[in-house]
């Protein structure tokens, strides 16, 4: 699944639409192409639309703004804890040094 899926997926843009797929692909540029980091800030501009959108002769009733605001901080959750993951460190010392030719 690529990310401009997985994005629509996470924010539920089928079943809520409110981006293009230009908008969340410009968005996933500017969070450096992290979905979950991208989804938490969209969830949280979701939380801000109206309570309801026309589309042509359909309306579509959002969610109360609590629920993308809790979905946001889900995300947010996962993009921290993925990020202390990547950036784990061996300990307090530095194990191996460069030789001082090497620099």
């Keep these: 699944m ?16 409110y981006f293009t797929d230009e908008e969340l692909q410009g968005f996933l540029t500017v969070n450096g192409g992290n979905v979950k980091l991208t989804a938490a800030k969209l969830c949280l501009m979701k939380a801000d639309m109206e309570k309801s959108i026309k589309v ?16 946001s901080k889900q995300y947010m959750t996962e993009y921290q ?23």
């Design 81 to 103: 804890q993925e990020s202390n993951t990547n950036n784990v460190s061996s300990g307090y010392y530095n194990t191996s040094m460069r030789r001082a030719d090497e620099i």
């Design 56 to 71: 042509g002769p359909i309306t579509i009733e959002n969610p109360e703004p609590e629920y993308w605001t809790n979905l």
């Design 2 to 17: 690529d990310d401009l899926t997985l994005l629509k997926l996470l924010i539920q843009e089928k079943k809520y639409p």
